[in-house]
Nanobody, 114 residues
């Protein structure tokens, strides 16, 4: 059974930081391209960051320079370090894994508010 389980979301003040984690099981993690998406109320789901199986990364324009995606293949986990958080970063953040087949996590809420 494949599972992607996100954690690390919560409430943070503007300018603050959070680190999201996505732990995978049931897949050969190292061959998967892993990504983070987010969806705010009333908006479409959008790509935040992607890390390929070889470690190359891509970021959405709105988070470049503030967010960093990384992976630990030994722990079957992908991370999203979020710094300089803004109110517009408020959303549910989802983990996605792709290697032929596609799997999604259940999401974790991030709220940026004073």
């Amino acid at each position: 059974q494949v599972q992607l389980v996100e954690s690390g979301g919560g409430l943070v003040q503007p300018g603050g930081s959070l680190r999201l984690s996505c732990a995978a099981s049931g897949i050969i993690f190292r061959i998967y391209a892993m990504s983070w998406y987010r969806q705010a109320p009333g908006k479409q789901r959008e790509l935040v960051a992607l890390i390929s199986s070889d470690g190359s990364t891509n970021y959405g324009d709105s988070v470049k320079g503030r967010f960093t995606i990384s992976r630990d293949n030994a722990k079957n986990t992908v991370y999203l370090q979020m710094n300089g958080l803004k109110s517009e970063d408020t959303a549910v953040y989802y983990c996605k894994g792709v290697a032929g087949r596609t799997y999604w996590g259940q999401g974790t809420q991030v709220t940026v508010s004073s």
